[in-house]
Every structure is written in structure tokens, then in C-alpha cells.
């Protein structure tokens, strides 16, 4: 199984100031397609999970412009430009490489100080 | 709207069993693959199934292999999972999700609100 590592776990962040969650997979999420299968989803408290990026860098229609996706191969980075209160919850990595196995990292929780 | 409503949750004993049912709306159910993905409390997610558009193909995570049956109704507009066997660290929030894409198996853009299983004597 292809394992998805969070870091860090936890992040504490001011309004307006930037936020970074790196994620790490045990094998490259490159697929012969040439796409790269790695999502990230937003679990905001009492909810369920809401989808944030795909293929690594592409916001869904209605996410703000101040996500951003990054990264290749095995190393995978979202951040966020300008922290907003609504942005507190659990950051999730996802991979879909290795289909139909799906796997998550463990989550990164984001709260404002 | 597009929408997914999961139902049939509970509290059963060890070795039982449950129906989930998950009624969507709002969209072109036969054209999505379907997905059940379950988090226990206070844990991260875990995928736990999903199933192709016309059925075809099924598949499940490890953990429920053999004792969970993923189904679908396209004509009902409806997602099922049959649980069977039930044990304490089945105990969690059950969500059903729709793949991204139509046609494909994707990552998941629609989530239910979840329902929740506790499986304890």
C-alpha cells in the first residue's frame, strides 16, 4: 500500500499570515498518463470532508485563489497564502495511483491563534 | 442541488449486521463511479469501497473484504453497503461520495453528510 505522510500535524496560525502543509507518498503518484494523482480535502469541524485540489495543483470551481497546490513525484505541498478564520478544520492528502485502493495521510489540523 | 443523503446507521452488536443506503439527487447518478469512505471517531479517513458505474466492478479495502457488499440502483438513484459480520473497529462515520469526473474512477468531489455505525455489546 502506498503510505501518505502529513507534516506537520498540527499548525497554529495568525490571520493573514501564511500557512504550508507538506504531504510525502511511499511511491511516486506519477502516473503513465502523465497526470499525477494527489488530491487535498478540507474536513472544517462537524463536516464532512470537502474536496480542496486535484491532480496536485488544480483548485475545484469555488475554492479562493489563495490555495495553492504543489509539487512532483513523491513530494506534494499546499499552502495557503492568507490564513481566513474560515480555513480552520483538518487538511487531508489523498492518493489515487494505485486505484482502487485510495489512501490518506493523516491529517494536518489547522486552528488560528 | 447535487446531494447525497446516507441513512441506515445504528447501534448493533458484534457480529451483526446493517443496510447503508446513501440517496442522491441533483445529479446524473448512472454517469458516477460511487464510493463509501468511513473515519472513526476522532481518526482520520479510510476508503472502503467503491463501485463502477453499471456495477461491473466492486472493490473494498482489506479491513472489510469479505464482509462488506458495496451495490447500487441506478434506477433508484441509490448507493448501498451491506455490512455483515460487524466488529467494534467497524465503529465510525460511514460517508458515500461521488467521483470527481463522470465515466471514471477519481477522487471524490460530492460527500454525504455521513451516518454513523457503532457496532458494541
Known amino acids: 500500500d502506498i503510505v501518505m505522510t502529513q507534516t506537520p500535524l498540527s499548525l497554529s496560525v495568525t490571520p493573514g499570515q501564511p500557512a504550508s502543509i507538506s504531504c510525502k507518498s511511499s511511491?511516486?503518484?506519477?502516473?503513465?498518463?502523465?497526470?499525477?494523482?494527489l488530491y487535498w480535502y478540507l474536513q472544517k469541524p462537524g463536516q464532512p470532508p470537502q474536496l480542496l485540489m486535484y491532480?496536485?495543483?488544480n483548485r475545484l470551481s469555488g475554492v479562493p485563489d489563495r490555495f495553492s497546490g504543489s509539487g512532483s513525484g513523491t513530494d506534494f505541498t499546499l499552502k495557503i497564502s492568507r490564513v481566513e478564520a474560515e480555513d480552520v478544520g483538518v487538511y487531508y492528502c489523498?492518493?489515487?495511483?494505485?486505484?482502487?485502493?485510495?489512501?490518506f495521510g493523516q491529517g494536518t489540523k489547522l486552528e488560528i491563534k | 442541488q447535487v446531494q447525497l443523503v446516507e441513512s441506515g446507521g445504528g447501534l448493533v452488536k458484534p457480529g451483526g449486521s446493517l443496510r447503508l443506503s446513501c440517496a442522491a439527487s441533483?445529479?446524473?447518478?448512472?454517469?458516477?463511479?460511487m464510493y463509501w469512505i468511513r473515519q472513526a471517531p476522532g481518526k482520520g479517513l479510510e476508503w472502503v469501497s467503491y463501485?463502477?458505474?453499471?456495477?461491473?466492478?466492486?472493490d473494498y479495502a482489506n479491513s472489510v473484504k469479505g464482509r462488506f457488499t458495496i451495490s447500487r440502483d441506478n434506477a433508484k438513484n441509490s448507493l448501498y453497503l451491506q455490512m455483515n459480520s460487524l466488529r467494534p473497529e467497524d465503529t465510525a462515520v460511514y460517508y458515500c461520495?461521488?467521483?470527481?469526473?463522470?465515466?471514471?474512477?477519481?477522487?471524490?468531489?460530492?460527500w454525504g453528510q455521513g451516518t454513523m455505525v457503532t457496532v458494541s455489546s
Open positions: 461520495a461521488r467521483s470527481l469526473r463522470k465515466y471514471r474512477d477519481d477522487g471524490f468531489d460530492i
Open positions: 441533483g445529479f446524473t447518478f448512472s454517469d458516477y463511479y
Open positions: 463501485i463502477s458505474i453499471s456495477s461491473g466492478y466492486t
Open positions: 511511491q511516486s503518484l506519477l502516473h503513465s498518463d502523465g497526470k499525477t494523482y
Open positions: 491532480e496536485v495543483s
Open positions: 489523498m492518493q489515487s495511483i494505485k486505484l482502487p485502493l485510495y489512501t
